[in-house]
């Protein structure tokens, strides 16, 4: 009896150490690179501003030194509506920006998840060929594409001026940021929605078909309700990220064109006001929980359909 | 058929749109002129001016650096999270190797910057730089090796433990033949995802360190020369051969990106 029980306790044991030393390192090394900075930059955000940026000391005993926590960089973030106008622009751009990746990958997915097997992988591929490239090139080709000399701006232009209106410029506009904003992030509305298609039974249409169905039909009652849980995941794939995002409105907008992102930044790399930069990261942080939260819900309250 | 022409028309349209925008920042590598405006003639001169580039081929030479460190590390750590997912439930591993893949990623940018600076004390530059990039790598690896794990029968684990294998022995000689193509398929995204890296490298660089995104990006804030479309060209050729390598590796690890 005695030497099974030294067995189990050693066996149970290896198995202790074996979860640790393979769970650990990971644990570990997320704790302080991912929890800590996280914990860190709320913190910040209750701060006052460094005299020459950074931050104030959390103590001093110094009079006159500003340090300690304060509630004062939220407040200053609600007393002027710009910062709420910024946050309810990215909303309005990243709404945007869903639908049209929405509108242009529906098709697309649909073609693919109706194509004969074998074909399949391929034009998959050919979809998210173009993240080979790297995110600023794809940016920078809209640059060239949009920039006054291309042959869209000359044609468009051309067009205006038959009518003798002024030309329009097309690049550093919010109609470029857009643009590229659709670009980078379209072929994450085409995967989830092409994976949900995919799944779709074909006799479902069959028998809508025999039951005297029309296309339209077909498709607005079964197989656009079928793919709700396609849709919700790609775009909050796609919401999310446009949310945050600084490099697009920095590279192809306006100097009107900023969005969260770019105001994050001006905080951190600009004018170094840390503490309210940690404020709009915080706010930042909220909604795209907010979004991620909404569509989780809403992607429950469809389940019946799958 | 009708209704399958006006399909194929729009899928094709959006394909074009797709491509167009790369074909022309290729093709333009190619011009014998200043401006990206129209064709003049061939020529290879934006791929010399790059050759001769000192700054870009001393940023060309950090970004690889930073992708093979940080990449083998993601690669380590990003393994056994993926296996520790896989294995045991531990609610904070999985919330915090797939936050920073969900989340915008200027939030760990300056977090991070925040953290090196306030905490740490650390001057930014290449250590900054590698450290960020395994934190947002881990969880990719985790995510493609996990996927992996959740194919394998159960029963193989099982079998080799009644068979008297010890932990290391079951990994040794089942897990790890099994999980490999996934492992490295996660270490050549996360050295693809470190190369291209604008946004986080942005943020933990500092002055000192160049990378290429971080020159690419400064020289398109500045001046669009067509050495722009030449470096653009071959990265895409870079990355393209990354992608293509793990694609050989893990046929469903491309999928389980989005």
């Known amino acids: ?63 006159g030194v500003l340090h300690g926590l304060t509630f004062e960089t939220y407040q200053f973030f609600f007393s002027d509506i710009i910062y709420v106008q910024v946050f309810l622009k990215s909303f ?24 004969p097997k074998k074909s399949r992988d391929l034009m998959v591929l050919l979809v998210i060929l173009p993240f080979a490239s790297n995110f600023l090139v794809r940016v920078y080709a809209w640059m060239i594409l949009l920039g006054p000399q291309a042959a869209l701006s000359q044609a ?55 039951c005297g ?18 849709i919700l995941s790609g775009a909050a794939l796609v919401f999310i990220p446009v949310l945050g995002m600084f490099a697009i409105p920095d590279i192809l907008g ?17 004018t170094r006001d840390w503490p309210f930069g940690s404020t709009l990261s915080i706010m930042l942080t909220l909604a795209v929980l907010a979004v991620a939260w909404l569509a989780a819900r809403l992607g429950r309250g469809g389940k019946y359909y799958a | 058929m009708r209704r399958g022409w006006r399909l194929w028309a729009a899928a094709l349209s959006v394909y ?81 190797v797939l936050t920073p893949v969900a989340m915008p990623e200027i939030l760990l940018g300056v977090s991070l910057l925040l953290f090196f600076i306030q ?3 650390l001057t930014l530059g290449m250590l900054s730089i590698v450290l960020a990039h395994i934190t947002f790598s881990i969880g990719f690896v985790a995510v493609i090796v996990r996927a992996r794990l959740a194919g394998v029968e159960e029963s193989l684990f099982e079998a080799a433990r009644d068979c ?63 050495e722009v479309n030449a470096v653009s060209t071959l990265l895409m050729l870079l990355t393209l051969t990354l992608i293509v390598l793990a694609s050989r590796f893990a046929p469903d690890a491309l999928k389980g990106k989005a």
Request: hydrophobic share 55%.
């Open chain 1, 1 to 63: 009896m005695a030497p099974e029980m030294s067995e189990k306790t050693q066996s149970s044991r290896a198995t202790r150490l074996a979860r640790w030393l393979v769970s650990g390192p990971p644990l570990l090394f997320l704790a302080v690179f991912f929890l800590l900075p996280s914990a860190i930059m709320v913190l910040a955000s209750f701060r006052y501003p460094g005299e020459f940026g950074g931050l104030a000391p959390l103590f001093s005993t110094v009079p």
């Open chain 1, 92 to 115: 309005l751009v990243a709404l945007a920006t869903t639908l049209i990746c929405l509108l242009l990958a529906y098709p697309l997915a649909l073609l693919i998840a109706r194509s």
């Open chain 1, 156 to 210: 468009i232009n051309a067009v205006l001026a038959l009518f003798g209106l002024t030309p329009v410029h097309l690049l550093f506009s919010p109609f470029a940021v857009l643009v590229g904003m659709v670009y980078v992030h379209l072929p994450f509305m085409v995967l989830p929605l092409y994976t949900n298609l995919e799944k779709h039974d074909p006799m479902l249409l069959d028998a809508a078909q025999d």
């Open chain 1, 213 to 230: 169905a029309n296309a339209w039909q077909r498709f607005w009652r079964i197989t656009f309700p079928l793919s709700m849980p396609g």
């Open chain 1, 254 to 270: 306006g100097t009107g064109d900023m969005l969260i992102g770019n105001l994050i930044k001006e905080q951190f790399l600009g």
């Open chain 2, 16 to 96: 074009a749109f797709l491509y167009l925008p790369l074909a022309v920042v290729v093709v333009y590598s190619f011009n014998d002129s200043r401006l990206n405006a129209e064709w003049i003639g061939f020529t290879l001169r934006w791929y010399e001016v790059l050759l001769h580039d000192r700054e870009m081929l001393l940023a060309a030479g950090n970004s690889l650096f930073i992708a093979l460190v940080s990449s083998l590390a993601a690669t380590l750590l990003g393994t056994m999270a993926g296996m520790a997912m896989h294995r045991y439930r531990i609610r904070m591993l999985a919330f915090m």
């Open chain 2, 119 to 121: 905490v740490l004390n």
């Open chain 2, 164 to 226: 008297g294998a010890s932990q290391w022995q079951t990994f040794r000689h089942i897990t790890l033949p099994l999980i490999l193509p996934a492992v490295v398929a996660g270490g050549l995204m996360a050295f693809t995802l470190s190369i291209d890296d604008f946004v986080i490298t942005f943020f933990t660089a500092g002055v000192g360190v160049q990378t290429l995104p971080l020159r690419i990006y400064s020289m398109i804030k500045i001046a669009v020369t067509p």
